[in-house]
C-alpha cells in the first residue's frame, strides 16, 4: 500500500518529528514542517487549553504564508498528538479545536478510540497511533487507525522493549499501511536503515530536543550533545510506567541511577508525586541515539544534515550493489 498523498508528496526526508512533551512548541513545528518533515506537538503542551487555538491559528497562519511564498517547496503537513488515555479530561475540547483548523494528521497515544479516529477522517485527516508490540498494532487498525508508530527499543520518553527488527518483522506480516519505526534514530543511515525494515518514516524525537527552537533548557540541550547511548537510563520510577532518561539529569537530581526503587506500574502518576523529582522537567527523557548529536544548532540545520546524511547512504548503498 502506497503512502497518503500527504506524507508522500510534501516530506523532503522520509521523517515525521515526534511530539515532545513541554519541548514541542509552535517554533518547533513551524521550523520542521519548512524545513520539510512533519511536525508535530502534544495538545496538552499548550496549557491552558485555551492556548492550543491561538497555537493552531499561528502554525496554520505562518505555514500558509510560507508555501504561498515558497509554492516550489512547500512546507511539510503538521501533526497535533492527543493523549487518549483517560485522564486527559481535555481530549473533547483539543479534538474540537484540531477539527475547526482541519489539523491533517493526528498522532494518538495511550488507547485506541474509534469515535476519534472517526471525527478524524470526517474532516479529511489521518491517524497514527503509536505502539510498542503487535498486540497494540492490531488493536489499534481494528479501531480505525490509519498507520502505526512502531516505538522499539531505546527510543526516548515511554519506549517499549522490543529489537525493531522484531516489531517491524510482526507488522508487516499482516499491515501493508502506513508504518513509522521509533528509536535511536538520530542520522541519516539510520533513516534508511528504518526503511530497508519495512518502515514507511523514520520518526525522530530526540535529537530535536538539542535545536535552538526547542522549549528546553540549556542545561538539557548540552546535556544530550555531551551524552551517548550509555548514558541512557530505563526506568518506571518516575511515572510508573517504563522509559528512558538522561542518567546524569538522575545524578543532578540526588538519586543513584544504579540503585533505583521499582515504581507501581499502576500508578501512572507522570511525576505527581512530590517526593520524586518531577519527570520531563527535573528527569530528561531522552533516547539512545543521541551519540550522533554533536552540538546545538537550529532545527532546519538538523533537518539538513539528516538529509546529506540519507542521500550519502543511498548512494553507498548503490554503490555497493553496482
Not at 516505538?151 to 527488527?165: C, E, I, K, L
Not at 516489531?167 to 528509536?183: C, K, M, T, V
Request: glycine content about 8%; aromatic content about 6%; overall charge negative.
Amino acid at each position: 500500500m502506497s503512502l497518503p498523498l500527504i506524507l508522500r508528496d510534501r516530506l523532503r526526508l522520509p521523517v515525521v518529528a515526534s511530539p515532545l512533551f513541554i519541548i514541542s512548541n509552535p517554533d518547533l513545528v513551524i521550523a520542521q514542517c519548512k524545513a520539510g518533515v512533519v511536525g508535530s506537538f502534544p495538545a496538552l503542551n499548550a496549557r491552558p487549553k485555551e492556548l492550543l487555538e491561538e497555537w493552531l491559528i499561528r502554525i496554520t497562519t505562518e505555514l500558509a504564508e510560507y508555501d504561498r511564498q515558497h509554492p516550489e517547496a512547500p512546507s511539510a503537513p503538521f501533526a497535533v498528538n492527543q493523549i487518549v488515555h483517560k485522564s486527559n479530561d481535555r481530549l473533547d475540547h483539543d479534538l474540537a479545536l484540531c477539527e475547526k483548523y482541519k489539523v491533517p494528521i493526528i498522532i494518538t497515544s495511550l488507547g485506541a478510540r474509534p469515535e476519534l479516529n472517526e471525527a478524524v477522517h470526517r474532516w479529511g485527516g489521518i491517524v497514527l497511533h503509536d505502539i510498542i508490540n503487535n498486540r497494540f498494532a492490531h488493536k489499534a487498525i481494528e479501531k480505525g487507525a490509519d498507520g502505526l508508530i512502531a516505538v522499539a527499543a531505546g527510543a526516548g520518553g515511554h519506549a517499549g522493549t522490543q529489537s525493531p527488527f522484531a516489531l517491524i518483522q510482526e507488522i508487516r506480516e499482516w499491515f501493508d499501511g502506513p508504518l513509522l519505526l521509533s528509536g535511536s534514530i538520530a542520522n541519516g543511515h539510520a533513516i534508511l536503515g528504518a526503511q530497508a525494515m519495512g518502515a514507511d518514516l523514520a520518526y525522530i524525537g530526540s535529537a530535536f530536543i538539542a535545536t535552538t527552537e526547542a522549549n528546553a533548557v540549556e542545561g538539557y540541550k548540552q546535556m544530550i550533545v555531551e551524552s551517548a547511548a550509555d548514558d541512557i537510563l530505563y526506568t518506571n520510577l518516575f511515572t510508573g510506567v517504563h522509559g528512558n532518561y538522561l542518567k546524569p539529569s538522575v545524578i543532578k537530581a540526588g538519586l543513584d541511577p544504579d540503585n533505583l526503587p521499582v515504581s507501581d506500574p499502576s500508578k501512572m502518576n507522570f511525576g505527581s508525586d512530590r517526593e520524586k523529582p518531577k519527570a520531563w522537567k527535573e528527569i530528561w527523557g531522552c533516547g539512545q541515539g543521541i551519540g550522533a548529536v554533536k552540538s546545538v544548532g537550529s532545527a532546519g540545520d538538523l533537518v539538513a544534515r539528516l538529509k546529506r546524511e540519507y542521500d550519502a547512504a543511498k548512494a553507498e548503498l548503490a554503490a555497493k550493489a553496482a
